[in-house]
């Protein structure tokens, strides 16, 4: 599969990184010493356990398995809002550029991954 390319699952596992980053430094931002202390960890870790337990059975770009299994179209919505919720969460802390690079390369990587998102939607 082209979207399996070793270039772009490096990318995404970055992407996927830096989403949790900007996630982090969006729940750092919120208001209230004690909010920010919570939020920081808890918004990238309610994502991570959503990134890992919501999944497609046999979906070829991760391992195979789907502890909770969701349609693609699901799992593709789940992705983008998570990934580019990262992009936001940069935005919001003031990282311009940073949040305008990681949403083009967001853009590029599934540019590069169309035959995913096809089987994604079939599923």
């Given at each position: 599969?082209?979207?399996?390319?070793?270039?772009?699952?490096?990318?995404?596992?970055?992407?996927?990184?830096?989403?949790?980053?900007?996630?982090?430094?969006?729940?750092?931002?919120?208001s209230?010493e004690?909010?920010?202390?919570?939020?920081?960890?808890?918004?990238?870790?309610?994502?991570?356990?959503?990134?890992?337990?919501?999944?497609?059975?046999?979906?070829?770009?991760?391992?195979?398995?789907?502890?909770?299994?969701?349609?693609?179209?699901?799992?593709?919505?789940?992705?983008?809002?998570?990934?580019?919720?990262?992009?936001?969460?940069?935005?919001?802390?003031?990282?311009?550029?940073?949040?305008?690079?990681?949403?083009?390369?967001?853009?590029?990587?599934?540019?590069?991954?169309?035959?995913?998102?096809?089987w994604?939607?079939?599923?």
């Amino acid at each position: 599969m082209l979207g399996n390319a070793g270039w772009n699952l490096t990318l995404r596992f970055f992407l996927e990184l830096a989403a949790l980053l900007g996630l982090g430094i969006a729940g750092w931002g919120l208001s209230g010493e004690v909010w920010r202390w919570v939020a920081a960890p808890a918004v990238p870790l309610v994502a991570a356990t959503l990134w890992g337990t919501f999944a497609v059975p046999n979906d070829p770009s991760r391992s195979g398995r789907a502890p909770v299994p969701i349609p693609g179209a699901v799992r593709l919505v789940l992705e983008l809002v998570i990934l580019f919720g990262g992009a936001v969460g940069f935005h919001a802390a003031g990282y311009k550029t940073t949040a305008t690079v990681v949403a083009l390369l967001i853009v590029v990587s599934y540019a590069f991954s169309l035959d995913r998102l096809g089987w994604l939607l079939k599923q």
